[in-house]
C-alpha cells in the first residue's frame, strides 16, 4: 500500500510552465508503476503519462512532447514537468500508482487527492 499526495498546481498563463509533484509514502515507488491522470468536471478522467519500473514512458497524442513524466526513486517523488500551457490543459491532475502496470493503464492502483492545474 503506498500514499500519494499531489502538489505543484497552480494558475499560469497559456505558454507557461509548472512541476507537478506527487510524494509517496508507506512504501517505496521503486516496485511501483506510476501515472499522472486529469479531469475536469463533468468530463470522464483522461490519462496523460505512465512511466514503469524501469522507467519507460508512455504518454496520450495531447501531450505532443509538451509534458515529461519522470520519478526519483530515492526521493520517493513521482514529477510531471508541464510546458507549453494551453487552456485546455485546465483540469484537476492526479497520480496513481500500482505495482501492475496494467492496473494503472485501466485507471486502478492508489490515487492523490489532485493538483488544480488553471490555464488562462
Known amino acids: 500500500h503506498v500514499q500519494l499526495v499531489e502538489s505543484g498546481g497552480g494558475s499560469v498563463q497559456a505558454g507557461g510552465s509548472l512541476r507537478l509533484s506527487c510524494s509517496a509514502s508507506?512504501?517505496?515507488?521503486?516496485?511501483?508503476?506510476m501515472g499522472w491522470f486529469r479531469q475536469n468536471p463533468g468530463k470522464e478522467r483522461e490519462g496523460v503519462a505512465r512511466?514503469?519500473?524501469?522507467?519507460?514512458?508512455t504518454y496520450e497524442d495531447f501531450v505532443k512532447g509538451r509534458f515529461t513524466i519522470s520519478r526519483d526513486n530515492a526521493k520517493n517523488i513521482l514529477y510531471l514537468q508541464l510546458t507549453s500551457l494551453a487552456p485546455e490543459d485546465t483540469a484537476m491532475y492526479y497520480c496513481?500508482?500500482?505495482?501492475?502496470?496494467?492496473?494503472?493503464?485501466?485507471?486502478?492502483?492508489?490515487w492523490g487527492q489532485g493538483t488544480q492545474v488553471t490555464v488562462s
Open positions: 512511466i514503469d519500473h524501469g522507467g519507460s514512458t
Open positions: 508507506g512504501n517505496s515507488i521503486r516496485s511501483y508503476c
Open positions: 496513481a500508482a500500482h505495482q501492475d502496470c496494467k492496473v494503472v493503464a485501466g485507471f486502478g492502483g492508489y
